[in-house]
């Protein structure tokens, strides 16, 4: 069974950092490619970062190139996602992950609960 279990979500003023962090066990990690989605108020769910967890391959979306960064921690098992220059239009719940990639983009197959991040103007 896969459980994908996030943290680190919260309030911050447009301009601030923040990090997400999706916890997995090893296999999980092994078998699947990783990511993050989020989805907004009234909006479809959205990809925005992925990483190959065999290569450290890593890939987003354009709205969060430069500012966001998907990476990987193989000692604690876990993914996380630097959210850097956050906008008002960031303000989302955001999802981790994992599937299969497909291009530069994931097909997910399992969830986690979501974290909200929120970001004020």
């Known amino acids: 069974q896969v459980q994908l279990v996030e943290s680190g979500g919260g309030l911050v003023q447009a301009g601030g950092s923040l990090r997400v962090s999706c916890a997995a066990s090893?296999?999980?990690?092994?078998?699947?490619?990783m990511g993050w989605f989020r989805q907004a108020p009234g909006k479809d769910r959205e990809f925005v970062a992925g990483?190959?967890?065999?290569?450290?391959?890593?890939y987003y979306a354009d709205s969060v190139k430069g500012r966001f960064t998907i990476s990987r921690d193989n000692a604690k098992n876990t993914m996380y996602l630097q959210m850097n220059s956050l906008k008002p239009e960031d303000t989302a719940v955001y999802y981790c992950?994992?599937?299969?990639?497909?291009?530069?983009?994931?097909?997910?197959?399992?969830w986690g609960q979501g974290t909200q991040v929120t970001v004020s103007s």
């Open positions: 992950a994992a599937g299969r990639l497909a291009g530069q983009n994931l097909n997910a197959e399992y």
């Open positions: 990483i190959r967890w065999s290569s450290g391959s890593t």
């Open positions: 090893r296999r999980t990690f092994s078998m699947y490619a």
